[in-house]
């Protein structure tokens, strides 16, 4: 297993990209816990918080890419 090192975001930074993103659908994808790629459309997207850095999302309860995802611990949002 490759191991990831922790991301540091900068607030402003943050701030000033999700200002960017008006509207529209997002991609949700991560590596699930076999190693295969996952990924959703999702259509809610949103900033949370800037500190510390936190974004939301709302899959949807039939998805069968969610659960491999969530499981991941990890996942990256393609805007």
Known sequence: M???SEATIDPAHFRQVLGAY???V?????????GAPAGMVV???????????LVGFLPDKS???W???E?????????
Do not use: Y
């Not at 259509?43 to 850095?53: A, H, I, N, R």
């Open 26 to 34: 997002a991609v949700i994808t991560a590596m699930d816990t076999e």
């Open 22 to 24: 008006p509207t529209g």
């Open 63 to 65: 998805s069968s890419s």
């Open 71 to 79: 499981s991941a611990g990890r996942f990256c949002v393609n805007v």
């Open 2 to 4: 490759r191991q990831v």
């Open 43 to 53: 259509g809610t997207f949103t900033s949370v918080s800037l500190d510390p850095p």
């Open 67 to 69: 659960p491999k995802i």
